[in-house]
T-cell receptor
Framework: EAQVTQNPRYLITVTGKKLTVTCSQN?????MSWYRQDPGLGLRQIYY???????DKGDVPEGYKVSRKEKRNFPLILESPSPNQTSLYFC???????????FGPGTRLLVL | KQEVTQIPAALSVPEGENLVLNCSFT??????LQWFRQDPGKGLTSLLL?????REQTSGRLNASLDKSSGRSTLYIAASQPGDSATYLC?????????????FGAGTQVVVTP
């Protein structure tokens, strides 16, 4: 089954404790992206990657890092999480010349 | 800067009634517009994609129209069912944005009552 998976699905952590949210897709897609969703603000893009070793900032990259060492994986790293990073995070991918993006189920993060 | 607005933020209708969801955007230089459905715990699912050269797209009970000049898109869902209860988001890709970069609205939460 074609899908985008994220782990963990739920995470509670404390300020300053480094964490990584993993994202993996099995569709051989070149393009992957991370979004955060906050009430009343819609989804905002954090980082995206056009292919392996090619990443770029989205609209709200501050406080986040990403890497793309393999085509299927695109982890999101919070080096020193803060409470304002409490949010619902989505990973997405798309391939070739397709315009449709496939989204993962989301990771709900609470930073205390 | 592109701003995407969805009004109303929430909508409740009885089963069988037609749904009309609105999306407006400030920059008419768009490449395409997509409508997504979001279910709790399941991420987003793409419903319809309209290219900038198109006026509408249809899939089953869903029909989406696009009027670039007025900066508006409307999603129609005919004969609503309780299973249509979800949050619906629109997203635009501007012609000046990189491949795959989308600007999302905040969504309209729909409840269809039996």
């Amino acid at each position: 089954e074609a899908q985008v998976t994220q782990n963990p699905r739920y995470l509670i952590t404390v300020t300053g404790k480094k964490l990584t949210v993993t994202c993996s897709q099995n569709m051989n897609h070149e393009y992957m992206s991370w979004y955060r969703q906050d009430p009343g603000l819609g989804l905002r893009q954090i980082y995206y990657s056009m292919n392996v070793e090619v990443t770029d900032k989205g609209d709200v990259p501050e406080g986040y890092k990403v890497s793309r060492k393999e085509k299927r994986n695109f982890p999101l790293i919070l080096e020193s999480p803060s409470p304002n990073q409490t949010s619902l995070y989505f990973c997405a991918s798309r391939g070739g010349d397709q315009e449709t993006q496939y989204f993962g189920p989301g990771t709900r993060l609470l930073v205390l | 800067k592109q701003e995407v607005t969805q009004i109303p933020a929430a909508l409740s209708v009885p089963e069988g009634e037609n749904l009309v969801l609105n999306c407006s955007f400030t920059d008419s230089a768009i490449y395409n517009l997509q409508w997504f459905r979001q279910d709790p715990g399941k991420g987003l699912t793409s419903l319809l994609l309209i290219q900038s050269s198109q006026r509408e797209q249809t899939s089953g009970r869903l029909n989406a129209s696009l009027d670039k000049s007025s900066g508006r898109s409307t999603l129609y869902i005919a004969a609503s069912q309780p299973g249509d209860s979800a949050t619906y988001l629109c997203a635009v890709r501007r012609t000046t944005d990189s491949w795959g970069k989308l600007q999302f609205g905040a969504g309209t939460q729909v409840v269809v009552t039996p």
